[in-house]
Protein backbone atom coordinates (compact mmCIF):
# COMPACT_ATOMS: atom_id res chain seq x y z
CA UNK A 1 0.00 0.00 0.00
CA UNK A 2 1.28 3.59 -0.77
CA UNK A 3 2.96 5.43 1.63
CA UNK A 4 1.47 8.50 2.54
CA UNK A 5 3.43 11.73 4.01
CA UNK A 6 2.38 15.25 4.26
CA UNK A 7 4.37 18.07 3.95
CA UNK A 8 3.88 20.24 7.44
CA UNK A 9 5.13 22.87 5.22
CA UNK A 10 1.94 23.66 4.42
CA UNK A 11 0.27 23.41 7.95
CA UNK A 12 -0.59 26.52 10.02
CA UNK A 13 2.15 26.74 12.27
CA UNK A 14 0.85 28.28 14.89
CA UNK A 15 -1.07 25.23 15.92
CA UNK A 16 1.42 22.59 14.22
CA UNK A 17 0.58 20.47 17.13
CA UNK A 18 -3.29 20.07 15.92
CA UNK A 19 -2.36 19.74 12.30
CA UNK A 20 0.24 17.14 13.39
CA UNK A 21 -2.89 14.93 15.42
CA UNK A 22 -5.02 15.97 12.66
CA UNK A 23 -3.04 14.17 10.05
CA UNK A 24 -2.27 11.24 12.37
CA UNK A 25 -6.14 10.72 13.08
CA UNK A 26 -6.21 10.65 9.07
CA UNK A 27 -4.02 7.85 8.95
CA UNK A 28 -0.76 8.91 7.32
CA UNK A 29 1.91 6.91 7.40
CA UNK A 30 5.61 9.53 7.71
CA UNK A 31 6.13 12.88 8.16
CA UNK A 32 7.72 15.11 5.47
CA UNK A 33 9.70 17.97 7.10
CA UNK A 34 11.19 20.63 4.48
CA UNK A 35 14.37 21.76 5.17
CA UNK A 36 15.23 24.91 3.04
CA UNK A 37 18.45 27.19 3.61
CA UNK A 38 17.85 30.43 1.71
CA UNK A 39 20.60 29.71 -0.40
CA UNK A 40 20.34 26.12 -2.22
CA UNK A 41 16.69 27.21 -2.77
CA UNK A 42 15.49 30.97 -2.42
CA UNK A 43 13.00 30.03 0.26
CA UNK A 44 13.82 29.54 4.09
CA UNK A 45 11.75 27.28 6.34
CA UNK A 46 12.86 25.79 9.60
CA UNK A 47 15.43 23.45 11.10
CA UNK A 48 16.39 20.66 13.85
CA UNK A 49 14.84 22.86 16.28
CA UNK A 50 11.23 22.49 15.20
CA UNK A 51 12.00 18.76 13.86
CA UNK A 52 12.76 18.20 17.45
CA UNK A 53 9.52 18.95 18.75
CA UNK A 54 7.24 17.42 16.09
CA UNK A 55 9.65 14.72 16.76
CA UNK A 56 8.64 14.94 20.76
CA UNK A 57 5.09 14.73 20.18
CA UNK A 58 4.52 11.85 17.16
CA UNK A 59 5.49 8.80 17.02
CA UNK A 60 5.25 8.80 12.81
CA UNK A 61 8.87 7.84 10.85
CA UNK A 62 10.30 11.57 9.74
CA UNK A 63 11.00 11.76 6.53
CA UNK A 64 13.51 15.13 6.61
CA UNK A 65 14.10 16.39 2.79
CA UNK A 66 17.31 18.79 3.17
CA UNK A 67 17.11 21.81 0.38
CA UNK A 68 20.41 23.07 1.81
CA UNK A 69 23.89 23.72 0.59
CA UNK A 70 26.89 21.95 2.73
CA UNK A 71 24.23 19.13 3.77
CA UNK A 72 27.34 17.31 5.42
CA UNK A 73 28.04 19.87 8.14
CA UNK A 74 23.96 18.87 9.45
CA UNK A 75 23.80 15.70 9.44
CA UNK A 76 24.19 15.06 13.04
CA UNK A 77 22.30 17.83 14.08
CA UNK A 78 18.91 16.32 12.05
CA UNK A 79 19.70 12.61 13.20
CA UNK A 80 19.79 14.04 16.94
CA UNK A 81 16.32 15.91 16.00
CA UNK A 82 14.92 12.68 15.26
CA UNK A 83 15.10 12.60 11.68
CA UNK A 84 14.06 8.47 10.44
CA UNK A 85 15.00 9.07 6.69
CA UNK A 86 17.41 11.90 5.90
CA UNK A 87 17.19 13.16 2.35
CA UNK A 88 20.31 15.74 0.30
CA UNK A 89 19.90 16.54 -3.42
CA UNK A 90 22.11 14.90 -5.83
CA UNK A 91 22.43 18.21 -7.27
CA UNK A 92 24.48 19.22 -4.14
CA UNK A 93 26.38 16.09 -3.34
CA UNK A 94 27.65 15.45 -6.47
CA UNK A 95 28.89 11.93 -6.68
CA UNK A 96 29.84 12.26 -3.17
CA UNK A 97 28.85 9.59 -1.42
CA UNK A 98 30.42 9.82 1.55
CA UNK A 99 27.54 11.50 3.51
CA UNK A 100 25.29 8.92 2.69
CA UNK A 101 27.45 6.14 4.52
CA UNK A 102 27.49 8.77 7.27
CA UNK A 103 23.38 9.11 7.44
CA UNK A 104 23.77 5.41 7.85
CA UNK A 105 26.23 4.55 10.09
CA UNK A 106 24.52 7.69 12.66
CA UNK A 107 21.43 5.57 12.62
CA UNK A 108 19.04 7.20 9.95
CA UNK A 109 18.25 5.81 6.31
CA UNK A 110 20.09 7.74 3.43
CA UNK A 111 17.91 9.37 0.70
CA UNK A 112 19.00 11.44 -2.42
CA UNK A 113 16.36 13.69 -4.01
CA UNK A 114 16.58 15.10 -7.87
CA UNK A 115 15.07 18.12 -9.07
CA UNK A 116 12.76 17.99 -12.17
CA UNK A 117 15.86 19.13 -14.62
CA UNK A 118 18.47 16.42 -13.11
CA UNK A 119 19.08 13.75 -15.01
CA UNK A 120 18.69 10.71 -13.20
CA UNK A 121 21.61 8.65 -15.01
CA UNK A 122 24.20 11.41 -14.09
CA UNK A 123 23.66 9.85 -10.29
CA UNK A 124 23.32 6.24 -10.79
CA UNK A 125 26.52 5.46 -8.89
CA UNK A 126 24.47 6.97 -5.65
CA UNK A 127 21.52 4.97 -5.88
CA UNK A 128 24.28 1.47 -4.40
CA UNK A 129 23.73 4.03 -1.35
CA UNK A 130 20.00 5.12 -0.68
CA UNK A 131 17.29 3.69 1.20
CA UNK A 132 14.83 6.55 -0.59
CA UNK A 133 14.95 8.30 -4.15
CA UNK A 134 12.69 11.77 -3.53
CA UNK A 135 11.50 12.62 -7.47
CA UNK A 136 10.60 16.47 -7.61
CA UNK A 137 8.00 16.90 -9.40
CA UNK A 138 7.93 20.28 -8.70
CA UNK A 139 11.38 22.79 -8.36
CA UNK A 140 12.55 22.47 -4.75
CA UNK A 141 11.94 26.11 -2.88
CA UNK A 142 7.98 26.28 -2.29
CA UNK A 143 4.88 24.53 -1.51
CA UNK A 144 1.68 24.84 -3.98
CA UNK A 145 3.18 24.38 -7.33
CA UNK A 146 1.99 22.57 -10.44
CA UNK A 147 2.92 18.77 -10.86
CA UNK A 148 5.32 18.16 -13.57
CA UNK A 149 4.17 15.34 -15.27
CA UNK A 150 7.55 14.81 -16.91
CA UNK A 151 9.55 13.48 -13.93
CA UNK A 152 6.86 10.76 -14.41
CA UNK A 153 9.73 9.12 -16.71
CA UNK A 154 12.60 9.23 -14.14
CA UNK A 155 9.74 7.23 -12.02
CA UNK A 156 9.88 4.73 -14.14
CA UNK A 157 13.92 4.33 -14.53
CA UNK A 158 14.31 4.52 -10.96
CA UNK A 159 12.13 1.51 -10.92
CA UNK A 160 13.70 -0.58 -13.52
CA UNK A 161 17.40 0.47 -12.38
CA UNK A 162 15.89 -0.72 -8.65
CA UNK A 163 14.72 -4.26 -10.33
CA UNK A 164 18.36 -4.51 -12.43
CA UNK A 165 20.59 -4.29 -9.69
CA UNK A 166 18.59 -5.51 -6.53
CA UNK A 167 18.23 -2.28 -4.88
CA UNK A 168 15.43 -2.14 -1.87
CA UNK A 169 14.81 2.05 -1.89
CA UNK A 170 11.63 3.40 -1.96
CA UNK A 171 10.70 6.10 -4.69
CA UNK A 172 9.00 8.83 -3.37
CA UNK A 173 7.55 12.17 -5.45
CA UNK A 174 7.18 15.07 -3.78
CA UNK A 175 5.02 18.65 -5.48
CA UNK A 176 1.96 19.46 -6.94
CA UNK A 177 0.56 15.65 -5.59
CA UNK A 178 -3.35 16.02 -5.55
CA UNK A 179 -6.11 13.56 -6.30
CA UNK A 180 -5.63 13.82 -9.98
CA UNK A 181 -1.31 13.42 -10.12
CA UNK A 182 -1.10 10.88 -7.13
CA UNK A 183 -2.51 8.04 -9.79
CA UNK A 184 -0.62 8.97 -12.44
CA UNK A 185 2.84 8.75 -9.94
CA UNK A 186 1.17 5.73 -8.37
CA UNK A 187 0.70 4.01 -12.06
CA UNK A 188 4.39 5.11 -12.47
CA UNK A 189 5.56 2.75 -9.95
CA UNK A 190 5.80 5.27 -6.73
CA UNK A 191 6.08 3.75 -3.34
CA UNK A 192 5.53 7.12 -1.31
CA UNK A 193 3.24 10.02 -2.18
CA UNK A 194 4.20 13.68 -0.38
CA UNK A 195 1.29 16.07 -0.11
CA UNK A 196 1.43 19.55 1.25
CA UNK A 197 -1.13 22.07 -0.31
CA UNK A 198 -4.00 19.28 -1.75
CA UNK A 199 -3.93 17.28 2.29
CA UNK A 200 -3.71 20.33 4.36
CA UNK A 201 -6.84 21.72 2.19
CA UNK A 202 -8.79 18.82 1.60
CA UNK A 203 -12.36 19.58 3.08
CA UNK A 204 -11.90 15.88 4.66
CA UNK A 205 -8.20 15.15 5.40
CA UNK A 206 -9.15 11.26 6.27
CA UNK A 207 -10.64 10.84 3.04
CA UNK A 208 -7.95 12.79 0.98
CA UNK A 209 -5.54 10.43 2.64
CA UNK A 210 -7.87 7.30 2.15
CA UNK A 211 -8.05 7.77 -1.99
CA UNK A 212 -3.88 8.29 -2.16
CA UNK A 213 -3.37 5.36 -0.23
CA UNK A 214 -6.35 3.28 -2.14
CA UNK A 215 -4.69 1.10 -4.78
C1 LIG B 1 8.95 21.76 -2.23
C2 LIG B 1 8.82 20.79 -1.08
C3 LIG B 1 7.58 19.98 -1.08
C4 LIG B 1 6.32 20.76 -1.05
C5 LIG B 1 5.15 19.84 -1.28
O1 LIG B 1 10.18 22.36 -2.18
O2 LIG B 1 9.88 19.87 -1.11
O3 LIG B 1 7.60 19.00 -0.05
O4 LIG B 1 6.18 21.45 0.15
O5 LIG B 1 4.04 20.60 -1.14
P1 LIG B 1 2.87 20.71 -2.21
O6 LIG B 1 2.09 19.43 -2.05
O7 LIG B 1 2.19 21.92 -1.74
O8 LIG B 1 3.47 20.83 -3.57
ZN1 LIG C 1 9.88 18.04 0.25
Not at 91 to 101: N, S
Request: aromatic letters at 10%; hydrophobic letters at 45%; one cysteine or more.
Amino acid sequence: MTIVAPSILAADFTRLGEQIRDVEAAGVDWLHCDVMDGHFVPNLSFGPFIIKQVNGISDLPLDVHLMISNPEKYVDAYIDAGADYLTVHGEVIKHDTDILQEIRRKGARPGISLNPDAPIEDYFPLFAHIDLFLVMSVYAGFGGQKFIGDVLSKVRTAVEWRKKHGYKYLISIDGGINLESAPLAKAAGVDVLVAGTALYKAPDIASFVKHLKSD
